[in-house]
């Protein structure tokens, strides 16, 4: 079992920053592929970012590339997602998910556990 805490969430300008965290309260952390992703109100929830538990791969959505990073610290069980140059349509709930030993995956069912979500808004 894994219990999953999302925090950083906010209200920030076109153009600015935020950086989300995870923290996982369990065991074996370093055997969960940790995913982000995002719902806006009326639509499906899409896959954002995620970061394998194998090795140091990573994997973006188109939208997010170049502006997102994800990042791990398996010392502190802990998933990150750093959000530079973010626009309105970056606005949403943005959920940290854990999937064990699963390849990254854009797919939300491959994962086994989810945070609660955490509100951001872009927004002058």
């Known amino acids: 079992q894994v219990q999953l805490v999302e925090s950083g969430g906010g209200l920030v300008q076109p153009g600015g920053s935020l950086r989300l965290s995870c923290e996982a309260f369990?065991?074996?952390?370093?055997?969960?592929?940790m995913g982000w992703f995002r719902q806006a109100p009326g639509k499906e929830r899409e896959f954002v970012a995620a970061?394998?538990?194998?090795?140091?791969?990573?994997r973006y959505a188109d939208s997010v590339k170049g502006r997102f990073t994800v990042s791990r610290d398996n010392a502190k069980n802990t998933v990150y997602l750093q959000m530079n140059s973010l626009k309105p349509e970056d606005t949403a709930v943005y959920y940290c998910?854990?999937?064990?030993?699963?390849?990254?995956?854009?797919?939300?069912?491959?994962?086994?556990?989810w945070g609660q979500g955490t509100q951001v808004t872009v927004s002058s």
């Open positions: 369990g065991h074996a952390f370093n055997e969960y592929a």
């Open positions: 998910a854990a999937g064990f030993r699963i390849l990254l995956s854009p797919a939300p069912d491959e994962y086994d556990y």
């Open positions: 970061e394998s538990w194998a090795s140091a791969a990573k």
